[in-house]
């Protein structure tokens, strides 16, 4: 079996969210400490590449392990062979929980916490809410789980729960645990193995349907690989494939917000789609897309930390070397823009270790309309006779860590020398967060434009709008009305343009949604819009003058914010900023 799980979790990565079947959502109550609670084998190392995102979202995750560099999640284990999941739960993992709590300076006894679960995690987790003042010493194939008579799981866990996120959870059962309840093989886990077995004693006695007052998340992977299998524990009619381990439905639950995503059991915990579940479900601010990181937002810069160059390339003197910095602030791999160029001269081949101490390019806005960017370093030799020799051009893609602060959080790429060989870089990003804590969300949007002058007396105004919104100092041009098809509204004067209700000479009704994105909370918001009438030819490109508005960030009212211009002559704007 274990070649077997090993095989099907080695397979290829694939990302993306099914569809969903979702029940209505009760209101996130906070951000309390966040529980990671492992499957089966206990590996606190599965919550290894989770821990980090949930971080930087500005989550709290509770740590089980102190005498270790950074946070770690739970582990446990049975600690005697034939225990049930009931005992590893009320005997081990309530304790682990409560010994926690109180070495992260919490009430071990009334702290509130989230709790995210994979595998069989998810069942422990259930069984601590749904099985208040359980007695769990032994353990009977006919009734279940019985003791001492003292009761062994704590009776408030179901109040001191915010919010359980079940992920890749066994709840339906899995097939797969015939084999550790049956043949055996697996020491002091058979048991447990047994009790994920389909209509077991335990699932019988746990039931698939979420307790009044609860509110669980549950996610199944349904790799499109994996659909051999196929199972519909939902009633819906419809089958899905597994995750490799536990069907793609097993975890769901009546009344649960249930999912699917396109990743096998392994990725539940690494992928992208389902920690940005993950996350939604903790924090419903969250914008979150790609690897489960909040959109990257503030002043950057690009560290060059490491240089390992393997050719000369100016025989006989110190080569002079050039690094060209660009930057794709939108992470969609195009769209560069040209930062600054890093001189540094030494004699090839050579490998420097700058480490944080590295020389850093100029800085660039960030949008915050992106969780990752990408960089791209043009690396060439200028000789004494001014003559540009090419070196390598080398990208990092998918950049999002911020900070390098440790020495660990930098980005590796290599690139093949012009001479030959292969040359290696290493990049850090600095100046920037992805820390929902820091941010806000805000939305500009372009409602409508009175226009009170055609600027053309002979006809209807051919009416083109040129806008900018969004962090000051950064924000696009975007226009509504564009010059580059000569499409427009056509519009007589003293009336109005509706964007996104009228449509123009075209045909075409255009969003008013200008700008969408995460910005710092001390940086300066900026709306500019100017108005034209371009003659098609006629004449010159008339303007109607430029109104604009600013202010901090910080200060915007939460919903939605109405401003109008009512200084100008020809036209009066209307537009508005929704702020989360």
Known sequence: MRRFLRAVLGAALLLGVAPSLTAPARAHEGNYPIVLIPGWHGSAATFTEM?????????????????????????????????????????????????????????????????????????????????????????????????????????????????????????????????????????????????????????????????????YTTVGGDPTYLQFFKYDYNGDGIQHGFDGVVPAESPFMTGSVQSLVNNHHGELVTADAPIDLTIQALDFTSTQTGTGQANLAGTATIRIEYANIVQDHDFGTSDDFRFDVYVDPDGNNDGYQFLNTIAYTRDAPFTQNWGNTGPLSAAINLPGTSPRMDVKLDVWESDPFGAREAVSTVFFTNVMLSDDLDGQDYYTSTAPDAKGGTNTFRVSLNGATSEVGQTRLVTFGLDKAWLDDTLEPCCNTEAQFTIHAGRDGYAGTIFRGSPDDSSHYSRAAHSWVDIGVDAKNNGVVESETVWKGRMLKGTTWRFDAEYFDDDGGWSSRDSGGQYYATGAVDTLPVGRQNWSGTSLAAWDVYFYIVTA
């Open 51 to 215: 821990i980090p995102k949930l971080q930087a979202q500005g989550f709290t995750v509770l740590d089980f392990d102190s005498a270790t560099p950074g946070v770690q999640a739970m582990s446990y284990a049975p600690t005697a062979a034939g225990q049930h999941i009931s005992y590893v739960a009320g005997k081990i993992v309530q304790q682990k929980i409560k010994a926690a709590l109180t070495a992260n300076g919490y009430d071990a006894n009334t702290q509130k916490v989230d709790i995210v679960a994979h595998s069989m995690g998810g069942l422990v987790a259930r069984f601590l809410l749904e099985k208040p003042g359980a007695d769990v010493d032994n353990w009977s194939s006919t009734t279940g789980w019985y003791g001492d008579g003292v009761a062994d799981v704590d009776t408030n866990w179901k109040a001191r729960v915010d919010d359980l996120v079940m992920l890749g959870t066994p709840n339906h059962g899995t097939w797969e645990g015939w084999v550790p309840g049956t043949i055996g093989g697996f020491g002091n886990w058979n048991t447990t193995g047994g009790d994920m077995a389909p209509n077991s004693k335990f699932l019988q006695l746990m039931g698939t349907t979420q307790p009044a007052g609860e509110f």
